[in-house]
């Protein structure tokens, strides 16, 4: 069966409606021009029969089944001429005749007017017969088009198939693949070295990509390390006072984080495979552990941490990036609420972090998932929630937020099927 959005389809019907067009336009055009034959043929032999019978000294009128005539002039004048030819003027005309269909030609001749009357009805026999033959003409063309056109169609596309086939089975990284051979020097081979160029530009991008995100790992990664090893060192020492410990493990947390958050982007840039096999993780131990991670940035304000966890469900995630998610949600969170609380609730679909902060208006609201943007009070660099966006979508979930400007801001992670980016907001 042909879908009816595709090129297939498409093609066999423009072909049937066209060769259905032409066979009724055909068919009418034959048959207007064989009544038309008729008419001509009905009036030559009524015009013999009126020479025929008017060279006579007087006029015997014809009186046969098909043909009468009638006469009226100073000298003679038919009896019982039809009151619906009387008043013709010279032509010829087609006439009933109580219930008969007349062809009737008015003619003047030697100051006598002559009508003659054709009985029609063996003609309109005939022609209803041969209408019956035109209209079994135009339904074989139309059935007869339509299946050329699925054969056309067949053929025509069938270029365009192959070449669609094999591009939906290529993979960017295929050295030897190669789609000119699939086709001839026509427009689908246009169309197929056009791809051709487009997968060679690809692979060259694609692999500029790779040296370029191996670098940046290694670069990154080694003085990160180097950092990291430093302070190992650095918080060994027996004489440092505690504020400088504090600093020095704030500093190992940090930089900490960076390499997660490079290991985290470096699998967003990266396809996402999951094989059958492979375990769901949990996701209120990684709630836990970013809470405890972020709980220093309290730093004895006003604020009180809530955690419940109604519900502990188990999911297919790489651990970095739900990280990055729940810090994020966290971490600005804290940054907006000046007192109060901030709580989170792990459930079995979703993860809402609520808080009593400066809360957002409308406008805020409907922009805060966008890249790069930052709202009056923040002082990020407004990546964080737009991050967080890509990475729902990455696993098929939903990101709501629900703000009231004074009143603070509620923020859910819903763990279900693929929909939508969602914002919510009350005016």
Same mark, same amino acid.
């Given at each position: 069966?042909?879908?009816?959005?595709?090129?297939?389809?498409?093609?066999?019907?423009?072909?049937?409606?066209?060769?259905?067009?032409?066979?009724?336009?055909?068919?009418?055009?034959?048959?207007?021009?064989?009544?038309?034959?008729?008419?001509?043929?009905?009036?030559?032999?009524?015009?013999?029969?009126?020479?025929?019978?008017?060279?006579?000294?007087?006029?015997?009128?014809?009186?046969?089944?098909?043909?009468?005539?009638?006469?009226?002039?100073?000298?003679?004048?038919?009896?019982?001429?039809?009151?619906?030819?009387?008043?013709? !003027? @010279?032509?010829?005309?087609?006439?009933?005749?109580? /219930?008969?269909?007349?062809?009737?030609? %008015?003619? #003047? *001749? $030697?100051? +006598?007017?002559?009508?003659?009357?054709?009985?029609?009805?063996?003609?309109?026999?005939?022609?209803?017969?041969?209408?019956?033959?035109?209209?079994?003409?135009?339904?074989?063309?139309?059935?007869?088009?339509?299946?050329?056109?699925?054969?056309?169609?067949?053929?025509?596309?069938?270029?365009?198939?192959?070449?669609?086939?094999?591009?939906?089975?290529? !993979? @960017?990284?295929?050295?030897?693949?190669?789609?000119? /051979?699939?086709?001839?020097?026509?427009? %689908?081979? #246009? *169309? $197929?070295? +056009?791809?051709?160029?487009?997968?060679?530009?690809?692979?060259?991008?694609?692999?500029?990509?790779?040296?370029?995100?191996?670098?940046?790992?290694?670069?990154?990664?080694?003085?990160?390390?180097?950092?990291?090893?430093?302070?190992?060192?650095?918080?060994?020492?027996?004489?440092?006072?505690?504020?400088?410990?504090?600093?020095?493990?704030?500093?190992?947390?940090?930089?900490?984080?960076?390499?997660?958050?490079?290991?985290?982007?470096?699998?967003?840039?990266?396809?996402?495979?999951?094989?059958?096999?492979?375990?769901?993780?949990?996701?209120?131990?990684?709630?836990?552990?970013?809470?405890?991670?972020?709980?220093?940035?309290?730093?004895?304000?006003?604020?009180?941490?809530?955690?419940?966890?109604?519900?502990?469900?188990?999911?297919?995630?790489?651990?970095?990036?739900?990280?990055?998610?729940?810090?994020?949600?966290?971490?600005?969170?804290?940054?907006?609420?000046?007192?109060?609380?901030?709580?989170?609730?792990?459930?079995?679909?979703?993860?809402?972090?609520?808080?009593?902060?400066?809360?957002?208006?409308?406008?805020?609201?409907?922009?805060?998932?966008?890249?790069?943007?930052?709202?009056?009070?923040?002082?990020?660099?407004?990546?964080?929630?737009?991050?967080?966006?890509?990475?729902?979508?990455?696993?098929?979930?939903?990101?709501?937020?629900?703000?009231q400007e004074g009143l603070g801001t509620t923020a859910e992670i819903v763990?279900?099927?693929?929909?939508?980016?969602?914002?919510?907001?009350?005016?």
């Amino acid at each position: 069966m042909f879908q009816t959005s595709s090129l297939r389809f498409r093609v066999a019907f423009y072909y049937a409606l066209f060769g259905a067009g032409l066979s009724v336009l055909l068919s009418g055009g034959v048959y207007f021009t064989v009544q038309q034959i008729g008419h001509r043929l009905m009036d030559q032999v009524m015009l013999g029969e009126l020479y025929e019978h008017a060279s006579e000294e007087e006029f015997e009128p014809p009186n046969t089944a098909s043909i009468k005539g009638y006469i009226r002039s100073a000298n003679q004048t038919s009896p019982n001429i039809p009151d619906e030819i009387q008043s013709l !003027e @010279p032509g010829n005309y087609n006439i009933a005749v109580g /219930k008969t269909d007349y062809r009737v030609l %008015v003619a #003047d *001749l $030697a100051d +006598a007017r002559y009508y003659m009357m054709f009985d029609t009805a063996s003609q309109h026999l005939q022609e209803t017969q041969f209408f019956r033959y035109v209209v079994f003409f135009a339904l074989f063309m139309i059935v007869s088009s339509a299946i050329g056109g699925v054969i056309l169609a067949s053929r025509v596309t069938a270029s365009v198939s192959r070449l669609a086939k094999q591009v939906s089975q290529a !993979e @960017p990284r295929d050295a030897d693949l190669s789609l000119i /051979k699939l086709t001839s020097n026509d427009e %689908v081979g #246009d *169309l $197929a070295r +056009a791809f051709d160029r487009y997968l060679r530009r690809l692979r060259e991008f694609i692999e500029r990509e790779n040296y370029f995100t191996a670098d940046v790992s290694h670069e990154l990664r080694t003085p990160l390390a180097i950092m990291l090893g430093t302070v190992e060192v650095l918080e060994q020492d027996p004489t440092l006072s505690e504020k400088q410990r504090e600093r020095i493990a704030r500093i190992r947390r940090a930089a900490q984080d960076m390499i997660e958050l490079t290991s985290a982007l470096l699998l967003m840039a990266r396809e996402q495979q999951y094989s059958t096999e492979e375990a769901p993780g949990h996701v209120g131990e990684v709630v836990r552990s970013c809470v405890e991670k972020h709980l220093p940035l309290i730093a004895g304000r006003p604020i009180r941490m809530e955690v419940k966890l109604i519900a502990e469900p188990d999911l297919l995630f790489e651990r970095p990036l739900l990280e990055i998610v729940i810090g994020n949600l966290i971490r600005n969170a804290l940054f907006h609420t000046k007192t109060g609380f901030v709580l989170l609730k792990l459930e079995k679909d979703r993860l809402v972090v609520q808080d009593t902060g400066v809360g957002m208006r409308p406008d805020e609201l409907a922009r805060a998932l966008d890249r790069y943007y930052k709202g009056p009070s923040s002082a990020g660099s407004g990546v964080g929630l737009s991050l967080v966006k890509r990475i729902c979508e990455r696993y098929g979930w939903r990101i709501l937020l629900d703000s009231q400007e004074g009143l603070g801001t509620t923020a859910e992670i819903v763990f279900s099927a693929a929909k939508p980016v969602m914002i919510r907001a009350d005016a």
